[in-house]
T-cell receptor, first 115, second 113 residues
């Protein structure tokens, strides 16, 4: 079974430029998460989807960040414009409905560097 | 305010000995606790979990202990192997927050041959 797939793996952009990340979750997983992990920290939730509905986006900086999950499968996370402080690893994760004991399955992440 | 705390940034253990990683939490609404393992340049991988109705869960060399009164959990790895060298994250979730995972900062485990 394929895991969570993210692209690109690495991205370097200049500040004020836009950037987008893509995620393909595990087949059949209804729940999709975007996390951000700063250096030396644990992952922090940005947004959570149940199918195509964003059910928790309270931690998403809505002035510059946006996300979508069309048809309840793939998802994209966008930053426009990027700031220096956005440099981090952006992790996508998915989970099946119902079994909280197994948590979420993570992709390899996209390492964003804003210069 | 951090709800999940891993106060040891790093731990070094000899191969074959026991590794004990600790985690404290503040939110009494947490009812699931999970440990994730992360290698460099990879995403976190689920390792083991425990429900708040239990005080111990074992899976091979890995055992998680939960002390609800102290709001403390620990991960024991016995025996430790060099391949266990990674960053270990403690995470917790609460049903009222629909299972969103709250992570600690992680502990970097080094197992020396």
């Amino acid at each position: 079974e394929a895991g969570v797939v993210q692209s690109p793996r690495y991205k370097i952009i200049e500040k004020k430029q836009p950037v987008a990340f893509w995620c393909n979750p595990i087949s059949g997983h209804n729940t999709l998460y975007w996390y951000r992990q700063n250096l030396g920290q644990g992952p922090e939730l940005l947004i959570r989807y149940e199918n195509e509905e964003a059910v928790d986006d309270s931690q998403l900086p809505k002035d510059r960040f946006s996300a979508e999950r069309l048809k309840g499968v793939d998802s994209t996370l966008k930053i426009q414009p990027a700031e220096l402080g956005d440099s981090a690893v952006y992790l996508c994760a998915s989970s099946p409905r119902g079994d909280r004991g197994i948590g979420a399955f993570f992709g390899q992440g996209t390492r964003l560097t804003v210069v | 305010d951090q709800q999940v705390k891993q106060n040891s940034p790093s731990l070094s253990v000899q191969e074959g000995r026991i590794s004990i990683l600790n985690c404290d939490y503040t939110n009494s609404m947490f009812d699931y606790f999970l440990w994730y393992k992360k290698y460099p340049a990879e995403g976190p991988t689920f390792l083991i979990s425990i429900s708040s109705i239990k005080d111990k869960n074992e899976d091979g060399r890995f055992t998680v202990f939960l002390n609800k009164s102290a709001k403390h959990l620990s991960l024991h790895i016995v025996p430790s192997q060099p391949g266990d060298s990674a960053v270990y994250f403690c995470a917790a979730s609460a049903l009222r927050s629909q299972g969103n995972l709250i992570f600690g900062k992680g502990t970097k485990l080094s197992v020396k041959p």
